[in-house]
């Protein structure tokens, strides 16, 4: 210690606080205080001085060295607080993070299309007052087939090559056989229901044909419903889901279960209807089997057709999917490349 500091405290204690106010960092503090305020700084070697001075000069001189240890203290405790502001400062600015810089995507899982698909048909459906109706994936032969007007030698049976659980169980074939369970719930009254679905055929894996599928059905039946119910439900369908101005159109066909049959055509919606690979040069392609309800089949389901009648339909999801997206392979569906998948988030 200085033996200026011992004959002048308080030009000591003003210069101490000078270098103290002039401490930025939290190293600089500690070392000021040890210099200083410490047991061995230089307010303890004053303190330590006291006992040596003539005993009339003790009293006032520890009354400065107090004075000047409380002003230092002080300071001290208020410096304290502006070095821990200061290093906060720093650290936000050393770990600074710009919110405005774009985030790191993270991998996120997404709907397979069909998936998709089947919801946006849902939701269209079920705007129009279509309730969505479960049935089972296992069926009787009797519920897939007989009911459905194809006793077991109808030769319509042929197209739908069967996986046999049982003697008399099934795979379902299609979605129709969900038709009866619908009509058994509501018979007599009114019905409007539609029954997403996969679907078993035990075919030969092609481009085009899957040993599974999807099928969308439909069915209203009422006192009221006729074939241009048909019509009206099918083209608001397609135009809410591939345009405003989409047009349909219903060719005669055959279905045992329903009577007159047709299929429903859609413009096709690459060319516009111009013609083109995909609709084979024709304008239109194909969505939906459909027809009014045999009466044998609504009797089926417990209902008088000589009171009430009703509509069917029934699309293959995978079919119409590759037909909007010029897909040229079924099989893409059910590989789960991601390459493939990711193209229709
Ligand atoms: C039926 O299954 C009828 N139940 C549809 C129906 C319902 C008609 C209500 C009338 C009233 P079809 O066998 O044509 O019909 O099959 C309907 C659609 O399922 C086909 O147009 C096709 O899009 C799809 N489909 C059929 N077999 C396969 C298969 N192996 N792979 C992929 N899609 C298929």
């Known amino acids: 210690m200085s033996a200026e500091a011992t004959q002048d405290v308080e030009a000591y204690a003003s210069r101490a606080l000078a270098e103290l106010e002039a401490v930025r960092d939290q190293k600089a503090l500690e070392a000021w205080y040890r210099a200083h305020l410490s047991p061995s700084g230089t307010i303890t070697t004053l303190r330590k001085r006291i006992g040596s001075l003539p005993p009339e000069e003790r009293k006032p001189f ?18 304290k607080q502006v070095v821990e502001n200061l290093e906060l400062e720093r650290a936000i600015r050393r770990e600074a993070v710009d919110v405005t810089l774009p985030s790191r995507p993270l991998p996120t899982g997404g709907l397979h299309p069909i998936t998709a698909a089947i919801r946006e048909i849902e939701r269209v459906f079920n705007a129009m007052g279509f309730e969505t109706f479960e049935s089972p994936h296992a069926e009787l032969d009797e519920l897939n087939f007989e009911l459905l007007n194809m006793p077991p030698a109808h030769p ?60 969308v059905e439909g069915l ?119 390459r493939f998948l990711r193209q229709f988030r």
């Open 62 to 79: 520890g009354a400065r060295v107090n004075t000047a240890a409380n002003t230092l203290k002080d300071a001290f405790e208020r410096q």
């Open 156 to 215: 319509a049976r042929d197209m739908q090559d069967t996986f046999y659980i049982s003697e008399c169980a099934v795979l379902r074939t299609h979605t129709s056989p969900g038709q009866i369970h619908a009509m058994r719930k509501y018979a007599p009254g009114p019905l409007r229901v539609i029954l997403p679905g996969r679907c078993y055929r035990h075919e030969q894996v092609t481009p085009r044909s899957e040993m599974q599928f999807h099928q």
């Open 220 to 338: 209203m039946v009422g006192p009221r419903v006729r074939l241009s119910d048909l019509k009206g439900v099918l083209l608001a369908f397609a135009r809410q889901v591939f345009g405003k101005n989409q047009q349909i159109r219903l060719r005669g066909s055959y279905f045992p279960f329903t009577e007159p049959s047709v299929e429903a055509d859609i413009r096709c919606t690459l060319c516009g209807g111009e013609g083109c690979r995909v609709c084979k040069h024709t304008g239109w392609l194909e969505i939906a089997g459909a027809g009014l309800v045999h009466p044998t089949v609504l009797r089926n389901g417990g209902y008088d057709p000589s009171v009430v009648r009703g509509i069917a339909f029934g699309m293959g999801v995978e079919r119409a999917f590759m037909l909007l997206h010029g897909i040229t392979d079924i099989r893409h569906f059910f590989q789960n490349d991601l």
